[in-house]
């Protein structure tokens, strides 16, 4: 069975939307959301352009801020200073990867922590990794809303992330962990790794790789889960970490690339920029 993420993702924007008429009438205002991207790369132009075009579906305001491939860091910093200072923005996003002559650590480090729609700053990953009220990343969280769409009791199973980013793979592991499923991260190092997967009741593809996640890997009724977004060198077509077509037999629940995680990454950004609006108005 294949898990849809471009119809849930439509189902729970319609929630928010709903959410945000509510908002309105209780504070007087919708949440805002301020995008950055810097340069011309095409696929985060892509990217962007969805979140920008699902802030419009939630009701919410948005701004897309574009600069240039040679913006200087301090440039760059001084543009999020000011939005930090800005009472009419409540999330701000600047979507990586950063030009090379930008420092991104700093970057994540410099926008305010009640602002951090993407969960990225580090008393997020604090606070996250500690069990407190934080942020979560939009990517792992919209693979767990997917798993959950399953009905599979995560409770007790072996789930395994391919991957350790501090984005995906890593934040990946601790939400498995908080629903008390056993934990395996593998990555670029494992020894045998087609027998840690293959033991996988969940599997979690983050390697961008593509296909690098063949049939042999996955276990019988397995739910398969894609995070990679890959260009495919030959077709320029974009594919998954996971060779799609031979897996999908096997596992009992899959995702696919594109119209898998994707917009779900995309919706749970919608929902953390209602979380950071509805913080900041009752404070
Ligand atoms: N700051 N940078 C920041 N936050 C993020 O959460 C991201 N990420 C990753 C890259 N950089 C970031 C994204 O937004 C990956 N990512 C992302 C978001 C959306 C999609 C893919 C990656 C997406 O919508 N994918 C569509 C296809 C889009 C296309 O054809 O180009 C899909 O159906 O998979």
Redesign the pocket.
């Known amino acids: 069975m294949i898990i849809d993420?471009?119809e849930l993702s439509a189902r729970i924007k319609q929630e928010l939307a709903a959410q945000v008429v509510s908002l309105k009438e209780k504070y007087g205002r919708v949440p805002s959301l301020v995008v950055i991207l810097v340069g011309e790369n095409p696929?985060?132009q892509?990217?962007v352009r969805?979140k920008i075009k699902a802030c419009a579906e939630c009701g919410f305001d948005s701004t897309l801020i574009t600069m240039p491939e040679s913006v200087s860091e301090a440039e760059l910093l001084a543009e999020i200073e000011r939005l930090n200072g800005d009472e009419a923005v409540d999330g701000i996003?600047?979507?990586?990867p950063l030009p090379k002559h930008i420092d991104e650590e700093k970057v994540i480090d410099a926008i305010a922590l009640e602002k951090d729609v993407?969960g990225?700053h580090p008393l997020n990953v604090a606070n996250l990794w500690l069990g407190k009220p934080c942020i979560l990343p939009?990517?792992p969280k919209g693979v767990m809303r997917m798993i959950q769409e399953c009905g599979f009791e995560v409770s007790g199973c072996n789930a395994v992330v391919v991957g350790r980013s501090n984005i995906v793979g890593k934040p990946m592991a601790k939400l498995l962990l908080d629903a008390n499923a056993t934990v395996t991260i593998a990555h670029s190092r494992t020894k045998n790794l087609a027998e840690v997967t293959s033991k996988a009741d969940i599997l979690i593809a983050a390697v961008g790789r593509p296909r690098m996640i063949t049939a042999e890997m996955v276990k019988e009724g397995a739910i398969v889960i894609d995070v990679g977004?890959n260009r495919d060198a030959a077709t320029g077509k974009?594919c998954g970490d996971v060779d799609f077509e031979a897996v999908k037999d096997k596992a009992a629940h899959i995702t696919q690339?594109?119209?898998?995680?994707?917009?779900m990454?995309?919706t749970m950004?919608m929902g953390n920029t209602i979380e950071c609006f509805e913080r900041k108005m009752n404070k």
Do not use: E
Request: hydrophobic share 40%; glycine share 18%.
């Open positions: 993420g471009k696929a985060s892509s990217y969805g996003l600047v979507q990586l993407d990225f939009c990517t977004v974009l690339v594109p119209g898998g995680v994707g917009p990454t995309i950004l």
